[in-house]
T-cell receptor, first 118, second 117 residues
Framework: AQKITQTQPGMFVQEKEAVTLDCTYD???????LFWYKQPSSGEMIFLIY??????QNATEGRYSLNFQKARKSANLVISASQLGDSAMYFC???????????????FGKGTKLSVKP | GAVVSQHPSWVICKSGTSVKIECRSL??????MFWYRQFPKQSLMLMAT?????????EQGVEKDKFLINHASLTLSTLTVTSAHPEDSSFYIC?????????????FGQGTRLTVV
């Protein structure tokens, strides 16, 4: 079974509108972290936002917010007021805690290609 | 945030030659480094995890003799693709973290686009 599922291969959004990118995860570990990264065509991985499994509140970073629904095991990314520069691939990722401490590697979803239309 | 520098950003090599990719943590001690590979239009797949001063742990299906990883210091890890072939052409990206600080994320290098001709 996939650990991270992103069901939207591609998404379009009008400039200045909000968009939600879906992500569901699967883990039996009570301690985990969820990440969103943006990957432009240059290839670099740009960290956007992080949500810990024990965090009570949804994470927010500027125009990015994470809609964390623990019972549903979903961690959707919301981008408000989309800009042309937001066009890129977006990856959801999870880091699972392991007994004795986490090695910290990330498990990635397949990504969503976001295109912002002017 | 912390900076991880990866070089080269792109490289073209002939089939059968070896290529070395460096990953450096510039302002923190990277006790653990991760090497990922990304084929076009696909996700990042973990190749191996290396801890400073010990042998790397490779993921299933990754040939350790082909992808040599050295993590000799707390700031440098290298990935050497030996006897490269066209099917090794891919985007390789490293990330690093200080495992002693459990609150830190893993920071990524800029990636290396390898083309084997």
């Amino acid at each position: 079974a996939q650990k991270i599922t992103q069901t939207q291969p591609g998404m379009f959004v009008q400039e200045k509108e909000a968009v939600t990118l879906d992500c569901t995860y699967d883990t039996s570990d009570p301690s985990y972290g969820l990440f969103w990264y943006k990957q432009p065509s240059s290839g670099e991985m740009i960290f956007l936002i992080y949500q810990g499994s024990y965090d009570q509140q949804n994470a927010t970073e500027g125009r990015y917010s994470l809609n964390f629904q623990k019972a549903r095991k979903s961690a959707n990314l919301v981008i408000s007021a989309s800009q042309l520069g937001d066009s890129a691939m977006y990856f959801c990722a999870m880091r699972e805690g392991r007994y004795g401490g986490s090695q910290g590697n990330l498990i990635f979803g397949k990504g969503t290609k976001l295109s912002v239309k002017p | 945030g912390a900076v991880v520098s990866q070089h080269p950003s792109w490289v073209i090599c002939k089939s059968g030659t070896s290529v070395k990719i460096e990953c450096r943590s510039l302002d923190f001690q990277a006790t653990t480094m991760f090497w990922y590979r990304q084929f076009p239009k696909q996700s990042l797949m973990l190749m191996a995890t290396s801890n400073e001063g010990s042998k790397a742990t490779y993921e299933q299906g990754v040939e350790k003799d082909k992808f040599l990883i050295n993590h000799a210091s707390l700031t440098l890890s290298t990935l050497t693709v030996t006897s490269a072939h066209p099917e090794d052409s891919s985007f390789y990206i490293c990330s690093a973290r200080d495992i002693r600080d459990t609150d830190t994320e893993a920071f990524f290098g800029q990636g290396t686009r390898l083309t084997v001709v």
